[in-house]
Nanobody
Framework: QVQLVESGGRSVEPGDSLTLSCVLS????????IGWFRQAPGKEREFVGA???????????YYADSLKGRFTISKYSSKDTVYLAMSSLKPEDTALYSC????????????????????WGQGTRVTVSS
């Protein structure tokens, strides 16, 4: 089993920056993918980004086109934590942000599909409001 615990969500004002963390524990894999998704109230779950990790080394992340440039996913090879750094936050970024894990690499297309990820965290809530 894999456990994912997100943290860092809170209320911020438009234009602020915020970094979320996702700590991964449990079973380990030589290659896996961590995805970030978000779900705003009354809306469908939306892909934010994903990063593949191979032999503890992170690969170049994938991003939702609409978020590219404002959101950055990172992971240090020595840590079991994936970060989602968000900048220039807007009210429409308000959502429950969840990290996910698939115990393999993914294609650019697969990375964007929630159904590809068998493991999910509980989520951390981000509210952007003035």
């Amino acid at each position: 089993q894999v456990q994912l615990v997100e943290s860092g969500g809170r209320s911020v004002e438009p234009g602020d920056s915020l970094t979320l963390s996702c700590v991964l524990s449990g079973r380990t894999f030589s290659a896996f993918t961590i995805g970030w998704f978000r779900q705003a109230p009354g809306k469908e779950r939306e892909f934010v980004g994903a990063i593949e990790v191979v032999n503890r080394w992170p690969m170049s992340p994938y991003y939702a086109d609409s978020l590219k440039g404002r959101f950055t996913i990172s992971k240090y090879s020595s840590k079991d934590t994936v970060y989602l750094a968000m900048s220039s936050l807007k009210p429409e970024d308000t959502a429950l942000y969840s990290c996910t894990c698939k115990p393999s690499q993914v294609t650019n297309y697969e990375a964007r599909l929630p159904s590809q990820y068998p493991y999910w965290g509980q989520g951390t809530r981000v509210t952007v409001s003035s």
